[in-house]
């Protein structure tokens, strides 16, 4: 009795709380679901960027790239989420990146497991390129597997052997009278100038699984077209020197 009449509790589980995309999502999320529906958003460090609506819980264990220690993470994650669902009994646990998704399937039951980056790119190290098989092995006990494009959810069932129906399409979300109202505003002066041109901003962490590199290489050819066209890189990460050297060697 007790079941049914309780408010529905949703977990979201990601490992950062920072400015990246997937927190970013969470926040919309949280703040956006109905207000009668709990929200837990747990994560393993890290300080809020990004404002959410619900209970924060952070379990403390740092993410180290060391691969031993990130495997030592790995499974002291495993018990803290556990203990954590048990505390907090979920409808639904959310999860959001591969380390998080593998013990969302691992600890929980009713788990569902988004999915945004693809999965047979950017797992470089070697820890990082059990990833893939451990989606073959495990990603059909999702109780949901939310996609954010068709090609992400063709990439799960023709290479990794997930169950069509267990996938749902779903983009990111976007909310776009804000967006509207935003851009309403007047540019600063420092950038004024760069609008002065035909321009192309991207705007995502500089790592290999966003194509910056690629994304370069097109610039090169519209500058042969359009000579006073600009691009613009907005965001962070290792491959920034390499962005840099390469912008310069492509002219």
Known sequence: MEQSTRARKIMFFMPFFGGGGGERIVSHLSLYMPETL???IVAFEGQAHYPYQGKTVLLKIPLPKNPFFKAVAFLRGCFAFRKVILQENPDYVVSLGSITS?????????????????????????????????????????????????GSREELVKNFGVKRDKITVIYNFIDVTKT?????????????????????????????????????????????TLKDAKLVFIGKGPLEAELKKMAQVLG
């Open 38 to 40: 709990q929200k837990v």
């Open 102 to 150: 593998i013990i969302n399937l691992f600890t929980s039951n009713k788990a569902v497991v988004r999915i945004g980056n693809p999965i047979t790119k950017g797992h470089e190290r070697w820890l990082e390129k059990a990833y893939p098989l451990l989606v073959k092995l495990c990603f059909n006990r999702a109780k949901k597997i939310i996609a954010i494009s068709q």
């Open 180 to 224: 509207r109202g935003l851009a309403q505003e007047p540019l600063e002066a420092v950038h004024q100038e760069i609008f002065r041109h035909p321009v192309v901003i991207n705007i995502a962490n500089f790592v290999e699984q966003k194509g910056q590199k690629y994304l370069l290489k097109a610039f090169k050819l519209v500058k042969a």
